[in-house]
């Protein structure tokens, strides 16, 4: 393991697509870190102080300095730290790709699979839906055109915009089982399947991937606690 050590703090909570991605990311490079697990009903201190203007994970703190927003500190763990990659690509304009990628997959996945799997109605979670497999369907030509015949969007290794799309992953897996859906589906969507199963494969990324299994389980609690609250807000 490079870098990081008693220097490098992450203050994340284990269910967090976004903090995962800052997971994903110091594993993939082989960085230690201390890892701070946050109860986000009762922010800590350190977190309120840390991000005072969003108060939300994650946030990695280096040398006492934080740095907020998942995006921001992959790329600062890249510039930044030493380790294995680059994540990000070195020449300036395919970097100004995998940005557009991972701001694409921000904007509309990650808003989509949120409407598709907590919508307020029946309707709202089916538009949630469409919107999801428009996006996913968009992503899937952008690895077609980006990366033929390798197996990430980062080429032979997995880079910056793999991680940010793998911080989803073990959601999506959780929908999937939830819903019964396929979401990266092996006959529309063939590559992002075949991505999928390659980068779940990595053990970098196992070593910093939640288990499903809780996270249906966490999903399944959060679903019947809204449900209460709409019944109890309709009486
Ligand atoms: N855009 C932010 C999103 C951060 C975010 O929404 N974090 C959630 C956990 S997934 C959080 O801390 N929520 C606590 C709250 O909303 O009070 C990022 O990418 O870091």
Redesign the pocket.
């Known amino acids: 393991m490079a870098g990081g050590g008693d220097d490098l703090k992450l203050l994340a909570?284990w269910?967090?697509?976004?903090?995962l991605?800052v997971r994903l990311a110091l594993s993939i490079k082989g960085i230690s870190y201390e890892y701070v697990e946050?109860d986000?009903r009762n922010?800590s201190d350190l977190l309120l102080q840390s991000n005072p203007v969003?108060?939300?994970?994650?946030v990695l703190i280096h040398g006492g300095k934080p740095i907020?927003?998942?995006?921001?500190?992959v790329q600062y763990i890249d510039e930044v730290l030493s380790g294995a990659g680059p994540l990000l690509p070195t020449d300036p304009y395919e970097r100004a790709v995998a940005r557009f990628w991972a701001a694409f997959i921000?904007d509309k996945l990650m808003k989509a699979n949120y409407q598709a799997s907590w919508g307020k109605t029946e309707e709202d979670k089916s538009e949630g839906m469409k919107l999801m497999s428009e996006a996913v369907e968009t992503l899937e030509g952008a690895l077609r055109d980006c990366c033929k015949g390798k197996s990430f969007f980062g080429g032979a290794n997995p880079g910056y915009v793999d991680v940010v799309l793998g911080g989803i992953l073990p959601w999506v897996r959780a929908m999937e089982a939830l819903l019964g859906i396929k979401t990266f589906d092996p006959v529309t969507t063939p590559l992002l399947a075949a991505w999928a199963d390659s980068f779940d494969a990595l053990d970098t990324v196992e070593a910093a991937m939640p288990d499903v299994g809780r996270l249906v389980e966490f999903a399944m609690n959060l679903q019947s606690a809204a449900a209460a609250e709409a019944a109890t807000a309709a009486n």
């Not at 907020?68 to 500190?73: G, K, R």
């Open positions: 909570m269910a967090s697509p976004v903090a991605r946050q986000l922010k969003h108060k939300k994970v994650p907020c927003e998942s995006l921001v500190i921000d």
